[in-house]
Protein backbone atom coordinates (compact mmCIF):
# COMPACT_ATOMS: atom_id res chain seq x y z
CA UNK A 1 0.00 0.00 0.00
CA UNK A 2 1.29 3.05 -1.17
CA UNK A 3 0.39 6.09 1.67
CA UNK A 4 0.98 10.03 1.50
CA UNK A 5 4.65 10.72 3.11
CA UNK A 6 3.53 14.20 5.56
CA UNK A 7 6.16 15.93 4.37
CA UNK A 8 4.83 15.74 0.64
CA UNK A 9 1.43 16.73 1.33
CA UNK A 10 2.44 20.69 -0.26
CA UNK A 11 1.91 21.32 -3.72
CA UNK A 12 5.23 21.58 -5.64
CA UNK A 13 6.13 23.45 -9.09
CA UNK A 14 6.70 19.95 -10.15
CA UNK A 15 3.11 18.73 -9.37
CA UNK A 16 1.82 21.79 -10.39
CA UNK A 17 3.40 21.33 -14.10
CA UNK A 18 2.68 17.64 -14.27
CA UNK A 19 -0.97 18.97 -13.26
CA UNK A 20 -0.99 20.97 -15.99
CA UNK A 21 0.53 18.76 -18.59
CA UNK A 22 -2.14 16.08 -17.87
CA UNK A 23 -5.08 18.79 -18.03
CA UNK A 24 -3.82 19.86 -21.91
CA UNK A 25 -3.42 16.43 -22.86
CA UNK A 26 -6.50 14.66 -21.44
CA UNK A 27 -8.53 18.31 -22.81
CA UNK A 28 -7.37 17.63 -26.18
CA UNK A 29 -8.89 14.22 -26.31
CA UNK A 30 -11.66 14.81 -24.31
CA UNK A 31 -12.45 16.98 -27.28
CA UNK A 32 -11.02 14.40 -29.72
CA UNK A 33 -13.81 12.29 -27.87
CA UNK A 34 -16.39 13.98 -28.47
CA UNK A 35 -16.69 12.58 -32.40
CA UNK A 36 -16.76 8.91 -31.10
CA UNK A 37 -19.88 10.58 -28.83
CA UNK A 38 -21.63 12.07 -31.62
CA UNK A 39 -20.98 8.52 -34.23
CA UNK A 40 -22.81 6.33 -31.52
CA UNK A 41 -25.26 8.57 -30.88
CA UNK A 42 -25.69 8.65 -34.00
CA UNK A 43 -26.78 4.90 -34.36
CA UNK A 44 -29.91 2.94 -32.85
CA UNK A 45 -27.31 2.68 -29.86
CA UNK A 46 -28.21 6.16 -29.15
CA UNK A 47 -29.36 5.86 -25.33
CA UNK A 48 -26.22 4.61 -24.68
CA UNK A 49 -23.74 6.91 -26.37
CA UNK A 50 -23.08 8.84 -23.28
CA UNK A 51 -22.72 5.84 -20.60
CA UNK A 52 -20.41 4.00 -23.00
CA UNK A 53 -18.37 6.60 -24.00
CA UNK A 54 -17.99 8.16 -20.48
CA UNK A 55 -15.20 6.78 -18.69
CA UNK A 56 -12.55 8.38 -21.20
CA UNK A 57 -14.03 11.60 -20.09
CA UNK A 58 -13.19 10.54 -16.31
CA UNK A 59 -9.90 9.45 -17.39
CA UNK A 60 -7.73 13.06 -16.51
CA UNK A 61 -8.96 12.74 -12.26
CA UNK A 62 -7.89 9.30 -11.49
CA UNK A 63 -4.53 9.27 -13.70
CA UNK A 64 -3.45 12.78 -12.02
CA UNK A 65 -4.01 11.21 -8.48
CA UNK A 66 -2.04 8.09 -8.92
CA UNK A 67 0.98 9.99 -10.27
CA UNK A 68 0.83 12.78 -7.98
CA UNK A 69 -0.41 11.47 -4.64
CA UNK A 70 -1.85 14.24 -3.68
CA UNK A 71 -5.18 14.70 -2.29
CA UNK A 72 -7.44 17.05 -4.81
CA UNK A 73 -5.36 15.87 -7.28
CA UNK A 74 -8.52 14.21 -8.86
CA UNK A 75 -10.77 17.16 -9.10
CA UNK A 76 -8.13 19.63 -9.97
CA UNK A 77 -7.01 17.82 -13.15
CA UNK A 78 -10.20 16.78 -14.14
CA UNK A 79 -11.91 20.45 -13.39
CA UNK A 80 -8.66 21.55 -15.50
CA UNK A 81 -9.00 19.09 -18.20
CA UNK A 82 -12.75 19.79 -18.90
CA UNK A 83 -11.47 23.44 -19.53
CA UNK A 84 -9.12 22.50 -21.95
CA UNK A 85 -12.00 21.21 -23.11
CA UNK A 86 -14.31 24.09 -23.20
CA UNK A 87 -11.47 26.46 -24.70
CA UNK A 88 -11.34 24.04 -27.39
CA UNK A 89 -14.68 24.98 -28.53
CA UNK A 90 -16.03 22.18 -27.34
CA UNK A 91 -19.76 21.72 -28.16
CA UNK A 92 -20.92 21.42 -24.82
CA UNK A 93 -19.38 24.57 -24.14
CA UNK A 94 -19.35 26.00 -20.26
CA UNK A 95 -21.44 22.67 -18.90
CA UNK A 96 -17.65 21.13 -19.52
CA UNK A 97 -17.18 22.75 -16.11
CA UNK A 98 -20.08 21.12 -14.17
CA UNK A 99 -19.67 18.18 -15.20
CA UNK A 100 -15.69 17.84 -14.92
CA UNK A 101 -16.10 19.23 -11.47
CA UNK A 102 -18.51 16.44 -10.65
CA UNK A 103 -16.76 13.85 -12.44
CA UNK A 104 -13.52 15.00 -10.33
CA UNK A 105 -15.05 14.89 -6.85
CA UNK A 106 -17.00 11.70 -7.82
CA UNK A 107 -13.44 9.70 -8.29
CA UNK A 108 -11.49 11.87 -6.19
CA UNK A 109 -14.21 10.60 -3.15
CA UNK A 110 -12.72 6.78 -4.24
CA UNK A 111 -9.40 7.87 -2.79
CA UNK A 112 -11.12 10.10 -0.05
CA UNK A 113 -12.51 6.77 0.94
CA UNK A 114 -8.81 5.27 1.56
CA UNK A 115 -8.27 8.00 3.67
CA UNK A 116 -5.66 8.98 1.03
CA UNK A 117 -3.79 5.87 1.76
CA UNK A 118 -4.14 3.70 -1.30
CA UNK A 119 -3.21 5.81 -4.89
CA UNK A 120 -3.39 2.17 -6.83
CA UNK A 121 -5.72 -0.69 -7.72
CA UNK A 122 -7.63 -0.21 -4.53
CA UNK A 123 -7.90 3.21 -4.91
CA UNK A 124 -8.52 3.34 -8.33
CA UNK A 125 -11.37 0.57 -8.40
CA UNK A 126 -13.22 2.64 -5.68
CA UNK A 127 -12.72 5.73 -7.53
CA UNK A 128 -14.41 4.41 -10.81
CA UNK A 129 -16.79 2.75 -8.37
CA UNK A 130 -17.81 6.16 -6.63
CA UNK A 131 -17.77 8.01 -10.28
CA UNK A 132 -19.86 5.10 -12.05
CA UNK A 133 -22.25 6.00 -8.60
CA UNK A 134 -22.31 9.71 -8.65
CA UNK A 135 -22.64 10.49 -12.33
CA UNK A 136 -25.00 8.25 -12.68
CA UNK A 137 -27.19 10.16 -10.21
CA UNK A 138 -26.17 13.39 -11.74
CA UNK A 139 -27.42 12.04 -15.03
CA UNK A 140 -31.02 11.19 -13.40
CA UNK A 141 -31.57 14.45 -12.96
CA UNK A 142 -29.42 16.59 -15.59
CA UNK A 143 -29.86 13.89 -18.68
CA UNK A 144 -33.62 12.78 -18.22
CA UNK A 145 -32.82 9.22 -16.87
CA UNK A 146 -35.48 9.96 -14.09
CA UNK A 147 -38.00 9.27 -17.02
CA UNK A 148 -36.80 5.83 -18.22
CA UNK A 149 -37.88 2.35 -17.25
CA UNK A 150 -36.13 0.85 -14.29
CA UNK A 151 -34.52 -2.40 -16.60
CA UNK A 152 -32.60 0.45 -19.13
CA UNK A 153 -31.54 2.18 -15.86
CA UNK A 154 -30.21 -1.06 -15.16
CA UNK A 155 -28.53 -1.69 -18.19
CA UNK A 156 -27.16 1.91 -18.60
CA UNK A 157 -25.95 2.27 -15.28
CA UNK A 158 -23.75 -1.68 -16.22
CA UNK A 159 -22.18 0.01 -19.62
CA UNK A 160 -21.24 3.17 -17.48
CA UNK A 161 -19.37 0.82 -14.85
CA UNK A 162 -17.58 -0.91 -17.80
CA UNK A 163 -16.43 2.63 -19.34
CA UNK A 164 -15.75 3.81 -16.44
CA UNK A 165 -13.91 0.71 -14.87
CA UNK A 166 -12.10 -0.28 -18.00
CA UNK A 167 -10.94 3.48 -19.00
CA UNK A 168 -10.98 5.11 -16.11
CA UNK A 169 -9.90 2.16 -13.84
CA UNK A 170 -7.94 -0.47 -16.06
CA UNK A 171 -6.20 1.92 -18.39
CA UNK A 172 -5.17 4.15 -16.10
CA UNK A 173 -3.46 1.64 -13.98
CA UNK A 174 -1.61 0.79 -17.22
CA UNK A 175 -0.93 4.23 -18.20
CA UNK A 176 0.59 4.43 -14.76
CA UNK A 177 2.27 1.29 -14.78
CA UNK A 178 4.07 2.57 -18.03
CA UNK A 179 4.96 5.98 -16.83
CA UNK A 180 6.73 4.02 -13.94
CA UNK A 181 9.03 1.48 -15.85
CA UNK A 182 9.93 4.74 -18.26
CA UNK A 183 11.38 6.53 -15.19
CA UNK A 184 9.88 9.60 -16.45
CA UNK A 185 7.50 9.91 -13.70
CA UNK A 186 9.75 9.36 -10.24
Known amino acids: MQTVDQNKKAWSLRDVILLAIIA ?7 QLWGYAYYVLAATPLKVYANDATLGVWIMAGPLAAIILKKAGASVIGELLAATVEMLLFSSWGAANLISG ?9 GFTLTGYKNWDKLGLLLATITATIITFGW ?11 FGLLVTLFIVRLISIGFFAGILVYLIKTLLDKSGLIK
Open 24 to 30: IFFGIIY
Open 101 to 109: LIQGIASEL
Open 139 to 149: DLFQSGYADYK
